[in-house]
Structure formats: structure tokens, C-alpha cells
């Protein structure tokens, strides 16, 4: 896929991987349907993607909303007239086990990182069926790979990313419309110290876990954006963000059911 004068729609925009993929995509002359729930990270990164001399619209979005994400369409097309690339990036986090998360805290991360994706697929794929070459971005997770302790909700909604994404892909085949499922790895974002935490947590323990994960999360959004846009480019129908990411799908194919044992090993000490 040549991106120079395509036009994206790129949800959670405001901030990480987000960011730096409407920064790499403007860079290579893609216009912009920017969509976000933070207003003012928005504006940043749409200021920054415009200094590109691409076209840039903003979108205050919350892809939990069925009217919203359903009113969407009519508002790209309205500047952009046409769409042929969707990345639903957007995400959110919820740390605990499952019996410390709240089935609200659990079904409001679902409604986000899974029905939020789904929605916005819905909404734009008749418009990208109208181009001749077009693709929808998904942004699983290494844990849409692998799931860990504590993750209950985040791995559920990233294996179901990942499981909707490679149906859809099988369905589409022989379309103009192409899917990409996407699994970073550990990306130097705000994800985790933004992520809700059970009422009950310790601070001591959230603290630990803060700091367990920003040792973890170590690749740049702008190499994690780097590659996405490459495996975008190259129509690649998955695409794994980092070292780790790499060795962690290799790892679940030789385990796939002892491989926890592995890696929990390998954790960063406290």
C-alpha cells in the first residue's frame, strides 16, 4: 500500500503508539481523520501531523459510543471525501486479577478495546469497500499472544481483537480491503500508570506493579509506529512490535500451554 495521499482514520490518537503513527503516516503524505476522547492531546497531535502539509481533521471520539462511532463516517467523508485505511489503536487497561476487577471496571475495557474496534470496523467498511486498495489496522497486544496472570480483561479483549481480526481477513479475501492485526510488545506508554485499579489495591503493591511494568515497556512509540507502517506498507496480514513480541510468538507455538513457566523467569526483579 503506497500511503502518499491516502486517507487514514487512526483512533486514540492523542498520545502513544497513536501519535507517532499519525506522525509516521504524515511524514509519508497521508491525510488524517484523527480521532481521541482527550481533546487536547488531539489538537497536539494533529498540530504536529499538519506541520506535514497533510490534511488533518480532529474527531473527539469515544468509540464506546455506538452514536458516536456511528456518526463518524459522515463527518470524515464530510472533509475528506474518501477513506482507505482504518487503524483501531484506541485502548485502555484494567489492572487485577479477576476476582479483584469489578465486572463495570471488566465490561468497560471490553466496550473500548473490543466493541469499540468492532463498531468502528462496521461503520467504515462499506467506505473502504468504495476504494480500490484499502485496509483495516487492528492493535492487539502480545497478550492477544499469551495470556498472563492479573491480565483476565486485557488478554480477553486482545485474543478476541486477534481472533476477529484473523476471521474477518478470511472473509475479505478477494476484496479490495485488507486486514492487519498488529501485536506490540512492551511500548514506553502511559497505558499502565492510566490503567483503572481495583478500590482495595495496596498502594505498596500498586507501586510494585507500576514499576515492574515501566521495566518492561521499553520500545519507543515512534520504532513501534515505524514498524506498524512498514507491515501497513507491505500488506502484511500480522505484524509483531519488538523484540519480545517476536520471541513471545515463538515461544506460545512451543508452549502454548506451559510457556508462563518460562516467562515468568524472565520477569524484571522488583
Keep these: 500500500m503506497n500511503l502518499h495521499n491516502e486517507v487514514a482514520v487512526l483512533t486514540g490518537a492523542a498520545s502513544g503508539i497513536g501519535r507517532a503513527t499519525a506522525l509516521a503516516l504524515a511524514q509519508r503524505g497521508c491525510h488524517l481523520a484523527l480521532a481521541d476522547i482527550d481533546a487536547a492531546g488531539l489538537a497536539e497531535t494533529a498540530a504536529a501531523a499538519a506541520a506535514h502539509g497533510v490534511t488533518v481533521s480532529q474527531h473527539v471520539l469515544d468509540v464506546a459510543s455506538r452514536e458516536a462511532v456511528a456518526a463518524l463516517p459522515a463527518a470524515v467523508l464530510a472533509v475528506h471525501g474518501r477513506v482507505s485505511l482504518l487503524i483501531n489503536n484506541a485502548g485502555v487497561a484494567v489492572g487485577g486479577t479477576f476476582e479483584q476487577v469489578s465486572e463495570a471496571d471488566f465490561d468497560w475495557l471490553m466496550g473500548i478495546n473490543f466493541h469499540g474496534l468492532v463498531r468502528m470496523t462496521r ?38 481483537v486477534r481472533g476477529f481480526s484473523n476471521a474477518l481477513r478470511h472473509e475479505l479475501t478477494g476484496s479490495t480491503v485488507g486486514v492487519t492485526v498488529v ?9 499502565a500508570r492510566r490503567a483503572r485499579l481495583p478500590a482495595d489495591a495496596p498502594p505498596a503493591e500498586v507501586q510494585a506493579k507500576l514499576a515492574l511494568a515501566e521495566k518492561m515497556l521499553r520500545l519507543s512509540p515512534d520504532s513501534a509506529a515505524a514498524t506498524l507502517v512498514r507491515g501497513i506498507e507491505s500488506d502484511s496480514a500480522r505484524v509483531l512490535v519488538g523484540g519480545d513480541a517476536k520471541f513471545i510468538a515463538v515461544l506460545e507455538r512451543l508452549m502454548p500451554v506451559r510457556y508462563w513457566q518460562v516467562l515468568a523467569r524472565l520477569l524484571p526483579a522488583d
Design 123 to 160: 461503520a467504515f467498511l462499506p467506505v473502504l469497500r468504495q476504494q480500490p486498495v484499502a485496509r483495516i489496522v487492528n492493535i492487539s497486544s502480545v497478550y492477544g499472544l499469551i495470556a498472563p496472570p492479573g491480565q483476565t480483561a486485557y488478554a480477553s479483549a486482545k485474543f478476541a
Design 183 to 191: 501485536h506490540p510488545g512492551g511500548v514506553a506508554t502511559n497505558i
